[in-house]
């Protein structure tokens, strides 16, 4: 079985400042991971994903993940924040053969302060 | 353009009453997906079809039925026997690697 936990249900964080979203996850085998936006009454969009090689993954919007195999972590940054990224992030897994299904979490609000 | 388009954004339904929620992808997808979305609990998969004409529940699927056709469509239908139908309905299709989302349905029961 595979799993995926977003700690936190809520994250504020002040307009220029760093940010940082937390995903672990748990999967029997090499994972791939990916990060999702949601805007209102919307779809997911893709942000990012790992699949192989360098730890650091680079995406859409100046965003960035970090995946970290012994922490079982794969947490979303920016290093400014901006208001438009105020919206509902989700971190997702699979494993890595195949066509897996994605588990998603639960979901994390990030609110950008102006 | 590539995408999944599903139809309609807005759906609403009186009890006892079965509708149907269309998705159609162009991206020459295999796997599609039906997911639902409530406020605090993410996102649980109803159903899945990895190939046409054949599908399987996910985790929520009472209530729910599907069929796959066309690899093209995929559609979803809320039955009566859904007793909590009002949320948030995403389609989804995939090869390898991540998921293509449609817009979402919105049904709520009057």
């Known amino acids: 079985a595979q799993s995926v936990a977003q700690p936190e249900d809520q994250v504020n964080v002040a307009e220029g400042n760093p940010l940082t979203v937390k995903c672990t996850y748990s999967v029997s085998g090499n994972p791939y991971l990916f990060w999702y936006v949601q805007y209102p009454n919307r779809g997911l969009q893709f942000l990012l994903k790992?699949?192989?090689?360098?730890?650091l993954v680079k995406g859409s919007y100046g965003f960035e993940a970090e995946f970290n195999k012994s922490q079982t972590s794969f947490h979303l940054k920016k290093p400014s924040a901006l208001v438009s990224d105020s919206a509902l992030y989700f971190c997702?897994?699979?494993?890595?053969?195949?066509?897996?299904?994605?588990?998603f979490g639960t979901g994390t609000r990030l609110t950008i302060i102006p | 353009d590539g995408g999944i388009t599903q139809s309609p954004k807005y759906l609403f339904r009186k009890e006892g009453q079965n509708v149907t929620l269309s998705c159609e992808q162009n991206?020459?997808?295999?796997?599609m997906y039906w997911y639902r979305q409530d406020p605090g609990q993410g996102l649980r998969l109803i159903y899945y079809?990895?190939?046409?004409?054949?599908?399987q529940k996910g985790d929520i699927a009472e209530g729910y039925s599907v069929s796959r056709e066309k690899k093209e469509s995929f559609p979803l239908t809320v039955t009566s026997a859904q007793k909590n139908p009002t949320a948030f309905y995403l389609c989804?299709?995939?090869?390898?690697?991540?998921?293509?989302f449609g817009s979402g349905t919105r049904l709520t029961v009057v």
């Open positions: 079809s990895q190939i046409v004409n054949d599908f």
């Open positions: 997702a897994v699979r494993l890595n053969f195949g066509n897996e299904k994605l588990t």
């Open positions: 991206l020459n997808h295999d796997a």
């Open positions: 790992y699949i192989t090689g360098d730890n």
């Open positions: 989804a299709s995939s090869e390898t690697g991540g998921y293509t």
